[in-house]
């Protein structure tokens, strides 16, 4: 397996710290769906070292998922680092979910140590996410 491209993860790190002042708030529903999606991501990447033929509705599922986030937070204002994550995440050239998939599909299944790998890769690309969501800040909301 290839690493991920350190200009990738550089890229990520800049717009990150140039984030401070330019960044949506927080969005629970954002930090929820992130964390709901990373379960069942690695879920079904477990599943590659079966044939991609017994779990395609299982894939298209997480990939509609992860097609409908990007969507939510391309269309969020002030947003368009978290977008870019999700957009490398699910990304069909890449290292990551996107990437897996698509070798699953080319090769039918996969090494189990492959796919171990992949799911740490996979799942830390999702924490970064989350970590970037909880550390927007929070709406407060002002009670009469």
């Known amino acids: ?20 002042s330019t960044i949506s708030k927080f969005d629970q529903y954002s930090y929820t769906q992130s964390t709901s999606l990373k379960v069942d991501a690695l879920n079904v990447m477990n599943q590659a070292t079966e044939p991609y033929s017994q779990h395609q509705t299982e894939v298209a ?21 978290t977008e870019k994550m999700w957009g490398v995440l699910r990304d069909t050239s890449g290292h990551l979910f996107g990437g897996f998939v698509k070798r699953w599909q080319r090769e039918g299944k996969l090494d189990q140590v492959f796919v171990q790998e992949a799911r740490i890769l996979v799942g830390e690309s999702f924490d970064q996410i989350s970590q970037l969501e909880s550390g927007k800040i929070k709406s407060v909301q002002v009670t009469n």
């Open 1 to 20: 397996m290839k690493p991920i491209p350190v200009y990738r993860l550089l890229v990520l790190a800049c717009c990150w710290l140039a984030a401070c």
């Open 61 to 81: 599922k997480v990939r509609l998922d992860l097609d409908k986030m990007y969507e939510y937070q391309k269309n969020r204002p002030k947003n368009e680092i």
